[in-house]
């Protein structure tokens, strides 16, 4: 028995020796390979994502979003889960009216992670007269994770191009 599970550990190491690494060259191909089958997939997501702001459907957003997910919006504290998402936008929502069109600028992509960087336009009308109107851009990234098949939101930061206030 014991002569058994050596041979087969040593079989075990002798089969991994023998594998072939990936070459920097084909991980770098495999890589543009997967961002290339992502994007598509997280530019329908952003439209979505804009639509919905149009629209005011927080449980919606709060569904592009993964179930432990970390919004790190500017000057205010992280939002974390989706419930805390789907709180954050009915409190934006209830402020007034926030069209917002997302556009992707690069993505990066390795197995189930992947990385996008991109830029953003809004517009703030409020409801009644509880603040001004504004409207701004700015940056973001947002790291994605296939999760159960599906590609969602794990992480998202973003910042506005203007100064504060």
């Known amino acids: 028995m014991l002569i058994a599970r050596w041979t087969a550990?040593?079989?075990?190491l002798a089969l991994a020796a023998c594998a072939k690494t990936e070459t920097p060259e084909q991980?770098?191909?495999?890589?543009?390979?997967?961002?290339?089958?992502?994007?598509?997939?997280?530019?329908?997501?952003n439209a979505n994502y804009s639509r919905w702001t149009v629209a005011?459907?927080?449980?919606?957003?709060?569904?592009?979003?993964t179930t432990d997910v970390t919004l790190m919006p500017p000057n205010n504290p992280a939002v974390t889960g989706r419930d805390g998402v789907k709180a954050m936008y009915d409190t934006a929502f209830a402020a007034g009216a926030m069209p917002l069109t997302l556009t992707m600028v690069s993505i990066t992509a390795n197995?189930?992670?992947?990385?996008?960087?991109?830029?953003?336009?809004?517009?703030?009308?409020?409801?009644?007269?509880?603040?001004p109107a504004m409207s701004g851009s700015g940056k973001y990234l947002a790291h994605w994770q296939?999760?159960?098949?599906q590609w969602l939101i794990a992480a998202d930061i973003w910042n506005d191009d203007a100064p504060p206030p």
Do not use: N
């Open 111 to 131: 197995g189930p992670l992947a990385v996008e960087r991109g830029a953003y336009r809004y517009t703030f009308t409020p409801t009644g007269a509880s603040a």
């Open 9 to 12: 550990a040593v079989a075990a």
């Open 146 to 149: 296939k999760t159960g098949g």
């Open 56 to 65: 005011k459907q927080s449980d919606s957003i709060a569904m592009l979003h």
């Open 27 to 45: 991980a770098q191909a495999r890589m543009q390979a997967e961002a290339d089958s992502v994007r598509p997939i997280v530019e329908a997501a």
